[in-house]
């Protein structure tokens, strides 16, 4: 009878501790009752578009609100090497781009996340930062100290930094008929990303596949990855396949040294079907809250 007891109790236990802990998981917390407000500032991030002015092109700036560029938004409070609060968001979520938490008073290691990856990013440190099937998006980020002061509301606003950079492929040339996937694979720069630092920090073989809509074909393609590059510089090797409907390659080529800096887009333009040619080569800088543009035509 004493262990029917004991094992009825142990069960009333379990359903009061998973009841608390569904409940913790459901609370939200409102900017009114939360103690840490931080907010993500309205980031521009600036593109450039082509307009005719006179008798030649003019490059123009047009300004993106990241909260409509980034799908995903991720709050992360550390204390040491202790997570000891998060929040993801999605776009379209109540209050996207502020986080209302309740933290002990002390002094933390705020990190923000705003990607445009598959879903969220798997936090298991701040020197660990991964992303599912190891795909990278754009993605910009903050890493700092915060103190959380007591009796008093603590608002924090921050401005995120972009820490990838992006290899563009623009084909001149147009998608033949059979062409269903467009497969990219490269190595020599990061899938996995040093919060603290802002650089990537393990040597990944990063593969992303495009799928190629009927639409598409008979016209010239641009396609873009992202990697997190090494603080000691680097370069890709991308290896750039044509496969058809059953898998069979149909054109392949191979983009050696490909130069890479963050917050840099390495361009390269130029036939890739037919032959080899050669257009004119330059680069743009447009500034630090933008992407550089090397623009290559060597293949």
């Known amino acids: 009878m004493r262990n029917v007891i004991r094992i009825l109790f142990l069960c009333v236990v379990c359903m009061l501790l998973c009841s608390c802990e569904k409940a ?16 993500v500032s309205n980031y521009q991030q600036l593109s450039f578009e082509d307009i005719t002015y006179g008798s030649g092109p003019l490059r123009t700036r047009s ?25 993801n968001q999605s776009l379209g979520d109540e209050g ?38 190891n795909q990278v998006g754009d993605t910009f980020y903050y890493c700092g100290s915060i103190t959380v002061e007591d009796n008093k509301q603590n608002t924090f606003s921050i401005s995120l930094e972009r820490c990838v950079a992006m290899f563009r492929l623009c ?35 990063q593969t992303v596949n495009f799928d190629i809509e009927a639409s598409q074909h008979g016209k010239p393609a641009t ?25 069979k390659t149909i054109k392949e080529r191979i983009f050696e040294n490909v130069p890479i800096q963050r917050k840099q887009i390495t361009q390269y333009t130029g036939t890739f079907f037919g032959s080899e040619q050669q257009t004119n080569s330059s ?3 447009q500034g630090d809250t933008t992407w550089v543009v090397f623009q290559h035509a060597n293949y």
């Open 24 to 39: 913790y998981e459901k609370e939200t917390v409102s900017e009114q009752d939360a103690n840490v407000i931080i907010r």
């Open 63 to 87: 300004a993106i609100n990241l909260y409509d560029y980034c799908p995903n938004i991720q709050f992360f409070i550390f204390d040491g090497s202790e997570k000891v609060s998060s929040l």
């Open 96 to 133: 996207y781009g502020q986080a209302n938490m309740n933290i002990a008073p002390g002094t933390y290691t705020l990190m923000v996340l705003a990607h445009k990856g598959l879903s969220f990013a798997t936090v298991t440190s701040l020197q660990k930062v991964t992303f599912p099937s």
């Open 283 to 285: 680069m743009t800088i």
């Open 223 to 247: 396609f873009e990855v992202f990697t997190f590059p090494h603080e000691d510089g680097g370069k890709l090797k991308i290896t750039v396949t044509a496969l058809d409907a059953e898998g």
């Open 171 to 205: 084909m001149e040339d147009a998608l033949p008929d059979n062409v269903t996937k467009m497969k990219f694979y490269y190595t020599g720069g990061s899938s996995t990303l040093d919060a603290s630092q802002g650089w990537g920090n393990v040597n990944s073989r």
